[in-house]
């Protein structure tokens, strides 16, 4: 070990930190917390016995070595999760806080409520429930919800400028707020029972809608009455699906993991009012570091996100440094005490040991999974003759309305699954006109300059095009002396009867263009690599679409506004915030439009949407319609399908 790093190691103080440890380069690998610094860092450097490969490397990957000294325990928690998000150490546990989660936002302060699903928390003051399991499982709480509370489930912009009530007021799903006179304390009633429902709180609940229901029947409104009796029907129905778990009904999340090697997984299951509320698997890779330590490092990053703390955490190991510290930060979190248990008998033992067993089986449940995917990756290698194993893949395509209005996306796949975190769109600049070679040479010369300056480039680029297209992306990848990167062409073919002359299977109408060779590779129609393939290339497709329409629709807005001499950004933004859309501004009075810009701007605006009364040219508004430019037509100069066309 190098000297300097020793003195470090030597010199390390016995209080309450946080460590950053640090690569040859400089870059932080890991970030830790310890309540003896000295105590924590040094036990990496001991032998007996630990053969975790991470540890084994450290004395030839670790360059250096830092501290941060606290107070205490909790706020090394605090510093810890803040340096991890901040840094993304290698290996550490790192949670994505807008990709894991899936829960109900409902925001009390607003006279009408809705309930909205999200994916992020945010301290705005508005009550959040979950995490929900599956999208599925959130999709069956809001059928529920939507048929028998009666919240409105339109946004805040429908509903300021609805003039009539929708389809649901029609079949009583909701009283629509929008347009009727609804009183905000009866709109409050069926919100305090939607938390009441979310929170668990089943026989409070149920209690008040029997009251209701009697009240009604006495008052002769058996309308009423036969509505509430369906309500509680679907929510009893709905709590006998839900195992009972505890007798104590408290909230409890229950945390558990399973590891094999440097994979592990951390699995969380949810008691709400001692119910069993679902569950959440979270993986990951290259975890050399204890268990113990990962599970406190993971807990304290789990609940970063402000969601809700329950009563009761249920860990199946103690943390490396006992759970005062976490405890003292939940609680501080919540606003009440939180209990953090590590149980060995009775019903909390039970429920870590379902937990343990669920980690298991998704763990089993993923490794399969990621088997089998390594294995179509691997065919995707062989067949295509490819250097790289393609685990880091990316699929590009051009898109255009009437040979302009030209963008391009990309869309990523990381081990199989399609990556998001990495799709992106782009704008061509230097093209005016239809030209898709030319479009392709920018995008990827773009995509590249930025993959070196970051030192991220990907195993394998998926062109949605044949040989011309092929080209130009090895010209940009020539260009700018990139090596190492696989790149292929994905197109149809044009004759759409391709058989293989030694089977009977039909082989794919898709044809896979390759470098250094003449004829295209023809996968297996229902073969897992080329499924893999067109899959990648249809989403490259639909997120080319999508971009091209959102482009247009702003395009026509300004366009059909922005002639006019005199409407700026400003003035433009207040006439659409006031009216809602281009058509409704183009379809106002005078009058209307001097309410929001005054009388001689109104007249202006008017004038030069619609013209001079007596010109027989057509109405602009119309021509720039957000309706018309919704479905964009696209073509091609050789009458071949579209860019990315399925």
Do not use: W
Request: proline residues 4%; charged residues 35%; glycine residues 8%.
């Amino acid at each position: 070990m190098d000297i300097r790093l020793q003195e470090k190691l030597d010199a390390l103080p016995t209080e309450p930190g946080v460590y950053l440890m640090k690569d040859k380069r400089g870059t932080i690998i890991y970030v830790g917390k310890a309540v003896n610094l000295r105590s924590r860092v040094r036990s990496y450097f001991n032998r007996s016995g630990d053969t975790r490969v991470f540890v084994s490397l450290l004395d030839t990957m670790l360059g250096d070595l830092e501290t941060v000294l606290v107070h205490n325990e909790k706020e090394a928690l605090l510093l810890e999760n803040e340096l991890i998000k901040k840094h993304k150490p290698r290996f550490n546990v790192l949670l994505k806080d807008d990709k894991q989660f899936i829960s109900l936002r409902l925001d009390r302060t607003q006279p009408f409520p809705r309930l909205e699903v999200v994916r992020k928390y945010e301290k705005d003051g508005a009550r959040y429930f979950g995490p929900y399991s599956s999208a599925g499982a959130i999709r069956e709480t809001l059928r529920l919800i939507n048929r028998f509370f009666r919240l409105r489930t339109c946004t805040d912009h429908v509903l300021a400028n609805r003039k009539r009530p929708c389809l649901l007021y029609q079949i009583g799903r909701c009283p629509a707020p929008c347009v009727h006179p609804v009183s905000p304390e009866d709109y409050r009633k069926s919100v305090d029972e939607v938390a009441m429902f979310l929170e668990g709180k089943a026989g409070q609940l149920i209690e008040g809608l029997r009251l209701r229901m009697k009240r009604a029947a006495v008052e002769l409104k058996f309308e009423e009455a036969a509505r509430v009796r369906d309500q509680l029907l679907a929510i009893e129905r709905s709590l006998e699906r839900q195992k009972v778990a505890t007798t104590d009904f408290k909230d409890q999340d229950v945390f558990a993991l399973y590891r094999e090697g440097d994979r592990i997984l951390f699995y969380v299951l949810h008691v709400r009012q001692g119910r069993l509320n679902g569950g959440q698997a979270f993986p990951f890779g290259s975890q050399e570091f204890p268990d113990d330590e990962l599970l406190a490092s993971f807990v304290n990053l789990y609940y970063d996100q402000g969601g809700f703390v329950p009563e009761e955490v249920l860990l199946p190991l103690e943390p490396g440094d006992g759970t005062d510290g976490l405890e003292a930060l939940l609680t501080e979190r919540k606003g009440e005490r939180v209990r953090v248990f590590i149980p060995k008998r009775g019903e909390k033992h039970e429920l870590v040991n379902m937990a343990v067993k669920n980690a298991e089986q998704a763990f089993i449940e993923r490794k399969r999974t990621k088997d089998e995917t390594d294995t179509v990756l691997s065919r995707l290698q062989s067949k295509l003759g490819l250097r790289n194993f393609p685990r880091r893949m990316e699929c590009y395509d051009i898109s255009h309305f009437q040979s302009s209005s030209i963008v391009a996306s990309q869309v990523a796949v990381t081990d199989g699954e399609t990556d998001k975190s990495r799709y992106r769109k782009y704008k061509i600049k230097t093209v005016e006109k239809q030209d898709d070679f030319a479009s392709m040479y920018e995008v990827i010369t773009r995509r590249l300059k930025r993959g070196l300056e970051d030192n991220d480039l990907p195993d394998l680029l998926v062109i949605d095009g044949g040989k011309g297209q092929l080209a130009s992306a090895h010209a940009a990848m020539k260009d700018l002396g990139v090596e190492g990167v696989d790149v292929v062409g994905l197109a149809k073919s044009r004759d759409q009867e391709v058989f293989d002359r030694d089977a009977e299977s039909a082989k794919s109408p898709e044809r896979v263009f390759v470098l250094g060779r003449k004829d295209p590779i023809v996968l297996p129609q229902n073969s897992a690599e080329m499924f893999m393939l067109t899959r990648m290339r249809d989403e490259a497709h639909r997120f080319a679409i999508t971009f091209q329409g959102k482009s247009m629709r702003k395009s026509a807005v300004r366009s059909a506004l922005e002639d006019i001499p005199g409407v700026g950004e400003g003035r433009r933004k207040m006439l659409l915030r006031h009216f809602g859309s281009l058509k409704r501004v183009g379809d106002a009075s005078i009058e209307e439009l001097a309410e929001v810009v005054g009388p001689a701007m109104a007249e202006r605006v008017h004038a030069g949407l619609h013209g001079d009364p007596e010109d027989d040219t057509e109405d602009p508004v119309r021509e720039a319609s957000l309706d018309d430019a919704s479905e964009p037509v696209h073509e091609k100069a050789d009458g071949g399908s579209p860019p990315g066309a399925a």
